[in-house]
């Protein structure tokens, strides 16, 4: 097939040969900053990026595509139902800038649980990359469940993780874990030579606990502030242990309802931006509607995008990735070029992803491009676009 042009406004173009994305043009984030210029693709990874000069004026954003390492569900779609989930989830985050992601499992039955990392290693997944399994449940403390079950929820078992590994294929990339549990120890150090790793969440530790454990390789703060000890100045808690903490992760729901802004920006002055994580905890209800919803975990009604348990729990979010982004930038005031790491290559950093998170030559063709309003225009997943389809 020949080369066809598709010239979205007169200062942004793409290229496309036989399908596939070659060419993009406008504001390139390129190492920390906005450049003018052009990037090229080929055989599904970057060769070749060209900045002319400053970034232009009205120019669309040319960025890292979108990772979101904590996600229950999207457009209808659970992952504990197993079954085309992963499909659905894929087909739908496109739209919200996401090339990979992570399927996040709340504590659910042991069986439950099995199939559905039975299903995720069955599944021919396209689009979007879920490229590893975060287990938040079942090892979390029923004193902090936040929406989950506590019947679901059971002491570190380093047996049952196995099990659930070889279910999948050995894809679990995280587990959140409460330390202060009988045995977390143990099975914090089984994960790590599993090469899996955890993260801090659902958890009444103290704050000396909560330091600990940091010193046990717990590397990841499970969406901060939630679900877990506050900070008091007599007893500060897991919270002013991730305040405090150097090197720890923070995941972070930036939809102004789990987070007030005044506490984002207080997290974003303590860990900066090479330290927090946006994530949605999306639910079934992400891209979706209003209404009463009902999943393999819990039930739940969304008024006014906001999710919740008959009791009033907050329960996940209807937060997109794109919407993090405009949120953080103005609930901080901090630039796009602060917030954008978040989503990009912290992640990445934080599990270990080397081949993508950012735009340098021979990492994955993974791109969202934004438009001046960081609305999502375009996305691409190993430079085959994904949005629009």
Not at 215 to 238: D, E
Not at 338 to 344: D, N, R, S
Not at 366 to 377: F, Q
């Amino acid at each position: 097939m020949g080369v066809q042009k598709l010239v979205i406004q007169s200062y942004f173009s793409l290229e496309v040969f036989d399908g596939h994305m070659e060419v993009l043009r406008g504001n390139i984030f390129w190492r920390g900053a906005f450049h003018s210029g052009s990037i090229s693709s080929s055989h599904g990874l970057i060769d070749s990026i060209e900045t002319l000069g400053p970034p232009a004026d009205g120019d669309r954003y040319i960025v890292p595509g979108f990772v979101d390492i904590h996600i229950h569900g999207s457009c209808g779609h659970d992952f504990l139902s197993g079954g085309d989930s992963f499909a659905g989830v894929s087909h739908c985050l496109a739209r919200n800038g996401v090339t990979s992601y992570m399927p996040t499992f709340a504590a659910a039955p042991r069986e439950l649980m099995l199939s559905a990392l039975e299903s995720y290693a069955g599944a021919v997944h396209t689009g979007p990359d879920p490229f590893a399994i975060h287990l938040e449940g079942p090892f979390i403390s029923p004193a902090r469940k936040g929406a989950q079950n506590p019947g679901y929820m059971r002491s570190p078992d380093s047996a049952e993780l196995d099990e659930y590994m070889s279910a999948c294929g050995g894809r679990i990339g995280l587990v959140t874990v409460a330390p202060e549990l009988q045995g977390a120890r143990e099975f914090v150090a089984h994960c790590i030579s599993a090469g899996v790793r955890c993260s801090i969440g659902h958890s009444d530790a103290t704050y000396e606990q909560a330091l600990e454990s940091f010193g046990w390789g717990i590397s990841i703060v499970n969406h901060a502030y939630n679900a877990m000890t506050p900070f008091h100045h007599r007893a500060p808690g897991v919270v002013g242990a991730m305040l405090n903490a150097s090197g720890i992760y923070c995941e972070l729901i930036a939809d102004g309802i789990h987070v007030s802004p005044g506490a984002a920006s207080l997290l974003a002055g303590r860990a900066g931006s090479d330290r927090i994580i946006l994530i949605t905890d999306g639910i079934i209800a992400q891209n979706g509607v209003d209404g009463r919803y009902d999943t393999d975990a819990f039930a739940f009604e969304v008024r006014g995008g906001v999710a919740r348990l008959e009791d009033g729990t907050l329960a996940g979010s209807t937060l997109t990735m794109d919407g993090a982004l405009r949120n953080m930038m103005s609930m901080t005031s901090l630039p796009l070029e602060e917030v954008l790491p978040m989503l990009t290559s912290v992640p990445c950093s934080a599990m270990g992803l080397e081949d993508r998170g950012r735009l340098e030559e021979g990492l994955r063709a993974d791109i969202t491009v934004l438009d001046s309003s960081r609305n999502v225009v375009q996305s691409y997943v190993r430079g085959e676009r994904s949005f629009p389809a």
